[in-house]
């Protein structure tokens, strides 16, 4: 398969907007000859030195001087793409960076595609696939947790782990390929149960403390839905800007206030949670908090988590207890609000009331017990606390390497049958071949072209 392009490509490397430096990346064989027609070093040189710093100025075909910047020529193969790659290094302004990267398309290079960059240096073998995917993950993080996932898979953390089981199953088809071509000693070398214990410790156990992981993975890439419920009133809207540290919805002791959903991003210890602040349910004839309601109820049917929240300074209301209801099924927090006017008495009956549920006393007003919600909350989405998530190793399969992990488990499986079975060491050879060309896929080994587009298609331009 021939993936491999030539030609010389360029983009905008930083992000659109005004920046202190802006930075256009040159890669190919052209990128030297490139920098020589555009690039007039402050000091003549008579060659420049490969990834070394010159400061100059870029020069436009009519002789126009475009900005001062500093230019490196990084000579192949020690580069990002592992071609010739050049970064001019100039002002952060969109109409500088413009003009600088016409004149590189003028010299006869390509405007590069979203992620090129990143998929020459894939095609070229500096990284696996599992690795530029952490690149795009590390772009789109919001949160530390989600970037300090990226960073370890960039580093090559899942890469390894998928090595390590496929060496195992490397060397259990050698001993079976020898099986095959001394057929005499088949029976003895396959049914030795050396292989089932291989299979069991290399190759199962491994697969299923990564597939263990892959719902901690998803939260931190894509975060959770956490949406705060009740009945007017309660105090929601005081807990989503106690949450956010910001007055962003309207608060007032009117019931009803919140009409539409509120949605903002907020981290909970490294975690993305998409907190929703809702209208108030109860059942009303106001067409627009009738509209408001029924988006409350979409939402929370969409929750990750719910945070109910309760006003425990007043007796609980039928709306309470029908909220109560509604949301029996879903994992949810109870979120006893106004703990600041509230009598122990009063605290202490509602409490009886949702004996079952995990029950936080607040006071949304002034970020009492906040601190312990957002444990309450962390813990309720990772299953664990925070302490106990810190001793683990942090890498975790995305959705695409979930399915071929999957896939792979089932062929252990299968695996395992077979050999309890005792058949043929020709037909072994068929599964474990199989088991390693699906994990073969996970780093990119025998990816199909038309999934590697669809994968780096949703970088930016420029990496
Ligand atoms: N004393 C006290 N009052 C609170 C607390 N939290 C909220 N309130 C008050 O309760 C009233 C309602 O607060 P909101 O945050 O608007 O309540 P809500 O649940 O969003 O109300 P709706 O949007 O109408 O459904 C306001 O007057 C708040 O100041 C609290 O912890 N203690
Ligand atoms: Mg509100």
Redesign the pocket.
């Known amino acids: 398969m021939v993936r491999l392009k030539n030609d010389t490509i360029a983009a905008i490397a930083t992000a659109p907007g005004i920046g202190g430096i802006g930075i256009i990346r040159i890669s190919g064989s052209e990128s030297a000859a490139v920098l020589s027609q555009l690039f007039v070093p402050h000091r003549s040189h008579s060659t420049l030195q490969s990834h070394t710093l010159y400061y100059g100025t870029v020069t436009s075909r009519q002789g126009v001087v475009l900005d001062e910047v500093m230019a490196v020529f990084m000579r192949a193969p020690r580069t990002y793409t592992r071609e010739d790659v050049v970064e001019l290094h100039s002002h952060g302004s969109y109409f500088v960076l413009e003009s600088i990267l016409a004149e590189v398309l003028a010299a006869g290079v390509r405007p590069a595609e979203p992620g090129e960059f990143t998929k020459r240096a894939f095609l070229a073998g500096r990284i696996d696939l599992t690795r530029a995917e952490a690149v795009i993950d590390l772009l789109q993080a919001r949160t530390s947790g989600g970037t300090r996932l990226a960073v370890n898979q960039m580093q090559g953390r899942l890469f390894e782990q998928v090595s390590e089981i496929r060496n195992a199953l490397i060397e259990i088809l050698a001993v079976v390929e020898v099986a095959i071509d001394f057929p005499d000693d088949d029976v003895e070398i396959i049914e030795s149960g050396h292989f089932l214990e291989l299979l069991e410790h290399r190759v199962e156990t491994p697969l299923r403390h990564l597939l263990d992981r892959a719902d901690q993975g998803k939260m931190l890439r894509e975060g959770v839905r956490v949406v705060i419920a009740?009945?007017?009133?309660?105090?929601?809207?005081?807990?989503l800007?106690g949450l956010l540290h910001e007055e962003r919805?309207?608060?007032?002791?009117?019931?009803?206030?919140?009409r539409d959903t509120i949605e903002e991003l907020i981290s909970v210890k490294g975690i993305p949670v998409h907190l929703v602040?809702t209208?108030?349910i109860r059942s009303h004839d106001d067409v627009v908090e009738a509209m408001g309601i029924e988006r409350a109820r979409q939402k929370m049917a969409q929750a990750d988590l719910v945070l109910f929240?309760v006003?425990v300074?007043t007796a609980l209301s039928e709306q309470d207890h029908q909220l109560n209801q509604a949301l029996a099924d879903k994992k949810r927090i109870l979120v006893f609000?106004?703990?600041?006017?509230a009598t122990e008495d009063q605290v202490n009956r509602v409490g009886k009331v949702f004996a079952g549920d995990q029950q936080v006393q607040?006071?949304?007003?002034?970020g009492?017990g906040l601190n312990t919600l957002l444990d309450a909350i962390y813990q309720a989405i990772m299953g664990e606390t925070e302490d106990q998530v810190a001793e683990q190793p942090s890498c975790a399969p995305n959705q695409r390497h979930t399915a071929i992990l999957e896939k792979t488990l089932l062929c252990c499986h299968q695996l395992q049958e077979t050999l309890v079975s005792g058949v043929p060491a020709d037909l072994l050879a068929v599964d474990l071949q199989i088991a390693l060309d699906h994990l073969a896929d996970i780093v990119g080994l025998t990816t199909p072209d038309d999934v590697l587009d669809a994968l780096f298609s949703r970088f930016c331009i420029g990496k």
């Open positions: 009740g009945r007017p009133n309660v105090g929601k809207s005081s807990l800007n919805a309207l608060v007032t002791e009117i019931p009803g206030t919140t602040d209208a108030g929240v006003d300074s609000n106004k703990l600041d006017i607040v006071a949304a007003k002034s009492l």
